[in-house]
């Protein structure tokens, strides 16, 4: 059975139309069953969250198509978690996308061969966008792992989404171990600063949350060398990311077979050139630091 395609959207319907166009150049499509939930107003009338209403009511073209309207807004955290979570309790794997994502030609053969090839690995989930990255001399692959999951076009299954702990119990003697924080940051310092912020109710992250639990399982994801999907939220008409060019990417060319590397096929030169991508600013990197001394004090940790 095809794992299903979940589509997170609130208020941006010229966004989500593009998305479903995107999707409909796919050749799976018509044989994809969709489903959609839409987050509810802030405020009674919101005529965008009207528009996007509308929208999908109109969209065809898939095997099928199901809608979950949220009665009120719930914010985009628990719109995925929640969402997730019950269409796990029908499928074994999903692929999940946010409105303001375009998607290749070839996105949906991808994500359904790789969730079909590492199903029985130790891989956490299947990236659909990478940034741009150096390859090094030789490398024959058109996947890498890497210890940090991507929320712009994903994939997973549900013996691992059932490894998050939304609650971060263990954060405390996880945040007091330096080695373990320094290991956490291997993919881009500004992971644990973000499950910090989360913590203390500064931000509210599904990502940061599922990203932890795949650290704490050894579990890597697994992303493409060359990108399926592009993040069309850039533009900052969004919540997370503002108007930046930062995360432009190559796409990937059609390839009748696609060769998997292992999941423990780490390099080091690709490691380097994402995590540059991810890493804060040395001003920024600073006052992070500082953050978890003051943490540490506060908690009497050493």
Same mark, same amino acid.
């Not at 913590?199 to 990502?207: L, Q, Y």
């Given at each position: 059975?095809?794992?299903?395609?979940?589509? +997170?959207?609130?208020?941006?319907?010229?966004?989500? &139309?593009?998305? *479903? !166009?995107?999707l409909?150049?796919?050749a /799976?499509?018509? %044989?994809?069953?969709?489903?959609?939930?839409?987050?509810?107003a802030?405020?009674?009338g919101?005529?965008?969250v009207?528009?996007?209403?509308?929208?999908?009511?109109?969209?065809?073209?898939?095997?099928?198509?199901?809608?979950? +309207?949220?009665?009120?807004?719930?914010g985009?955290? &628990?719109?995925? *978690? !929640?969402g997730?979570?019950?269409?796990? /309790?029908?499928? %074994?794997?999903?692929i999940?996308?946010e409105?303001d994502?375009?998607?290749?030609?070839?996105?949906?053969?991808?994500?359904?061969?790789?969730?079909?090839?590492?199903?029985?690995?130790?891989?956490f989930?299947?990236a659909?966008y990478?940034?741009?990255?150096?390859?090094?001399?030789g490398?024959?692959?058109d996947?890498y792992?890497?210890?940090?999951?991507?929320?712009?076009?994903w994939?997973t299954?549900?013996?691992?989404?059932?490894l998050?702990?939304?609650?971060?119990?263990?954060?405390?003697?996880?945040?007091?171990?330096?080695?373990?924080?320094?290991?956490f940051?291997?993919?881009?310092?500004?992971l644990?600063?973000m499950?910090l912020k989360?913590?203390?109710?500064k931000?509210?992250?599904w990502?940061?949350?599922?990203?932890y639990?795949?650290f704490?399982?050894?579990?890597?994801?697994?992303y493409?060398?060359r990108?399926?999907?592009?993040?069309?939220?850039?533009?900052?008409?969004?919540?997370?990311?503002?108007?930046?060019?930062?995360?432009e990417?190559v796409?990937?060319?059609?390839?009748?077979?696609?060769?998997?590397c292992?999941?423990t096929?780490?390099?080091?030169?690709?490691?380097?050139s994402?995590?540059?991508?991810?890493?804060t600013?040395?001003?920024?990197?600073?006052?992070?630091?500082?953050?978890?001394?003051?943490?540490?004090?506060?908690?009497?940790?050493?």
């Amino acid at each position: 059975m095809n794992p299903p395609v979940i589509i +997170f959207a609130y208020n941006r319907a010229k966004h989500l &139309k593009r998305l *479903i !166009n995107s999707l409909l150049q796919n050749a /799976e499509s018509s %044989e994809t069953n969709v489903v959609i939930f839409a987050d509810g107003a802030k405020n009674q009338g919101d005529e965008k969250v009207a528009e996007v209403a509308e929208t999908i009511r109109e969209i065809s073209g898939f095997k099928s198509i199901r809608t979950v +309207f949220r009665n009120t807004n719930i914010g985009l955290a &628990k719109n995925i *978690i !929640n969402g997730v979570s019950s269409i796990f /309790e029908e499928f %074994e794997e999903a692929i999940v996308l946010e409105d303001d994502l375009v998607v290749t030609p070839y996105f949906l053969r991808y994500m359904k061969t790789a969730l079909d090839y590492y199903k029985d690995t130790n891989a956490f989930s299947i990236a659909g966008y990478t940034p741009r990255i150096a390859l090094p001399n030789g490398y024959n692959y058109d996947t890498y792992p890497i210890m940090r999951n991507c929320s712009w076009g994903w994939g997973t299954w549900k013996n691992r989404w059932e490894l998050v702990d939304w609650q971060t119990k263990d954060f405390d003697s996880f945040f007091a171990d330096s080695n373990a924080v320094k290991q956490f940051n291997i993919a881009g310092n500004d992971l644990s600063t973000m499950l910090l912020k989360q913590v203390e109710g500064k931000i509210n992250s599904w990502s940061i949350r599922f990203c932890y639990a795949g650290f704490k399982a050894a579990m890597p994801t697994i992303y493409p060398t060359r990108s399926y999907v592009l993040n069309g939220g850039a533009d900052g008409s969004g919540t997370n990311v503002g108007s930046t060019t930062r995360y432009e990417t190559v796409t990937a060319e059609r390839k009748n077979d696609i060769n998997f590397c292992n999941t423990t096929d780490g390099n080091e030169i690709i490691l380097k050139s994402f995590r540059e991508t991810y890493n804060t600013s040395t001003f920024r990197s600073l006052i992070n630091w500082t953050k978890r001394k003051i943490w540490q004090l506060k908690h009497h940790t050493k």
